[in-house]
Each structure stands twice: as structure tokens, then as C-alpha cells.
């Protein structure tokens, strides 16, 4: 898998134009790209990025991270997925960042995902879906989606038991056997329970195109 993903971030890199501020989303495919980025860091203006994670591996090659209040709208957001629809909808949130991906996709005019082909479904949900809470409202929003969706929210530890802390200092609820035949319902349905900060279904906001990592890549 870790080919594809490299075959797509490349082929994403052509997006990039001179004098820009690029999004950069999270994960091992966006790591590609902001290695890819780098060799062209002295044609760009800098970065705005989705994570701490992000932030550290851009620095290390040389690219300013700015700060998104700053910079005003972005012409390009460059991001994985855990899934992807044929209508370009997505599953984010595997890395935990998906909040601030999702407000940096909402900035920005064009969404471009980079996935290898694994991530492609036909209907989202057997990713477990993420939603990132509030840690005092975590007990309360697993009983409410379970009520709401019949889907299993399990609180998201990393292996040595401890909760995973998003960068923003909240914990990860995955919902599993979710089969979302709606997504921009569920979206809307969760986004109002309080306690939620961000669910993980781009669907409101789906990318604009699609790379699928393959030799030679697909841009749907
Ligand atoms: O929180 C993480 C992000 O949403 C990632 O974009 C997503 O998990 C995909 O990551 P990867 O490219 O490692 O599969």
C-alpha cells in the first residue's frame, strides 16, 4: 500500500502552484506528499497544517506552517482518508485530526484526497467512524449515537490503555457497524449533540477530486 500512497501524493504535487499557501492534512499518505512538497518548498508561500504531526514533518523540510487566522481562504487542501464514496464523500479521523482537517477543508476552494485503493467503498461505515468529544461528554454522546444510529461507539486507547488525546486535549469515540447509506443525515444528525467537537463524515464538504495511488494514478 505505502507505493500507492506514494504514487498519489506525487501525482497530487501537480496541484500545487507557484506562490501558494498549500492545506496539509494528516496521516502516511499526506506524509508523502509533504515530503514530495518539500522538494518544491522554495516555490511555495507556505503551509497551513491539519496537525502537530503535519506541522513537525513540514518544518523538518524547510516549509513555513502558518497560521490558517492569518492566511484568510486557501485555494488547495491536500488530505488522506480512511474511506471514500463514489460521490468523493469521506471517512476521516483514523489520525485523530480530523477537526482540524476539517475546518482547514472548509477554508479551502479545492479538496484534493490522496488514497491508495483500499479506502475505496462503495457505502461508508466499515471504517469505524470518528468522532472526536469533549472527555467530560464522552459517556453521554455514546448513549445518544447508539440510541440515534444503533452503531457501537468505542473510546478510542492507544495500546498501552491510556485515551487517545486529539491535539486539541479531547478523546475519540469510533462508532462501529455503521452502515451510512446517508451521510450528509448523519453528519448533520451528530454535529448538534453536546459534547460532539467534530464528526469525521466529510459530507457537507466532500473533496473535489479524488487521486487513487496507482501506476499510472487515477483522478476521479
Ligand atoms: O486523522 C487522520 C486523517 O483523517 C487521515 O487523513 C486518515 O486517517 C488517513 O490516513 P492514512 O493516509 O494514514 O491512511
Known amino acids: 500500500m505505502s507505493e500507492s500512497k506514494r504514487l498519489a501524493a506525487e501525482k497530487a504535487i501537480e496541484y500545487v502552484e507557484d506562490g501558494m499557501i498549500v492545506g496539509v492534512g494528516t496521516g502516511s499518505t499526506v506524509a508523502y506528499f509533504i515530503d514530495a512538497l518539500g522538494r518544491i518548498g522554495d516555490r511555495i508561500k507556505g503551509a497551513v497544517s491539519s496537525s502537530e504531526q503535519s506541522t513537525e514533518r513540514l518544518r ?8 490558517l487566522n492569518a492566511t484568510g481562504p486557501l485555494s488547495l487542501y491536500i488530505d488522506g482518508a480512511d474511506e471514500c464514496d463514489p460521490h468523493k464523500r469521506l471517512i476521516k479521523g483514523g489520525g485523530a485530526a480530523l ?43 455514546a448513549r ?68 487513487v495511488g496507482a501506476e499510472p494514478p487515477q483522478v476521479l
Open 60 to 67: 523538518g523540510r524547510g516549509i513555513e506552517v502558518l497560521d
Open 99 to 141: 477537526t482540524r482537517e476539517k475546518i482547514i477543508a472548509e477554508a479551502s476552494e479545492k479538496f484534493v484526497c490522496i488514497v491508495d485503493p483500499s479506502k475505496r467503498v462503495d457505502v461508508l461505515g466499515r471504517f469505524p467512524l470518528p468522532i472526536e468529544v469533549i472527555p467530560m461528554a464522552r459517556s453521554l454522546v
Open 144 to 211: 445518544e449515537i447508539l440510541a440515534l444510529t444503533g452503531g457501537q461507539p468505542v473510546w478510542r486507547q492507544g495500546a498501552d490503555g491510556a485515551p487517545v488525546v486529539t491535539d486539541n486535549g479531547n478523546w475519540v469515540l469510533d462508532i462501529h457497524n455503521l452502515s451510512i447509506t446517508d451521510p450528509v443525515g448523519l453528519e448533520q444528525a451528530l454535529n448538534p449533540i453536546p459534547g460532539v467537537v467534530c464528526v469525521g463524515l466529510f459530507a457537507r464538504r466532500p473533496a473535489d477530486v479524488v487521486i
